[in-house]
Nanobody, 118 residues
Framework: QVQLVESGGALVQAGGSLRLSCTASGRLDNLNRMGWYRQAPGKQREFVAMITPRGNTNYADNMEGRFTIARDNAKNTVYLQMYSLAPEDTAVYYC????????????WGKGTLVTVSS
């Protein structure tokens, strides 16, 4: 089992920046991809960004350039640096992780709330 704990969510003004963190604990021998999803009020959860242990990244089309994902393997921590935040970025941001080999098990954090005021 892998446990994920997010931090860094806050209330920020439009145009501001914020950095989220997520640290994994538990059984980490096979920890593979880590990433972020978000869920805005009344909407489905959507993909934000993902990073492999080697640092290969993947972003949602409309977020690359404003969001940067990074990872510290020594700390088992993934970060999401967000710039030029807009009210539509308001959401609960969830940390994600999986293992290699992948047996269909996805791990999720409990989420951290980001609120962007106009």
């Amino acid at each position: 089992q892998v446990q994920l704990v997010e931090s860094g969510g806050a209330l920020v003004q439009a145009g501001g920046s914020l950095r989220l963190s997520c640290t994994a604990s538990g059984r980490l021998d096979n920890l593979n991809r880590m990433g972020w999803y978000r869920q805005a009020p009344g909407k489905q959860r959507e993909f934000v960004a993902m990073i492999t242990p080697r640092g290969n990244t993947n972003y949602a089309d409309n977020m690359e350039g404003r969001f940067t994902i990074a990872r510290d393997n020594a700390k088992n921590t993934v970060y999401l640096q967000m710039y030029s935040l807009a009210p539509e970025d308001t959401a609960v941001y969830y940390c994600y992780a999986d293992e290699r080999p992948y047996y269909g098990v996805d791990y999720w954090g409990k989420g951290t709330l980001v609120t962007v005021s106009s």
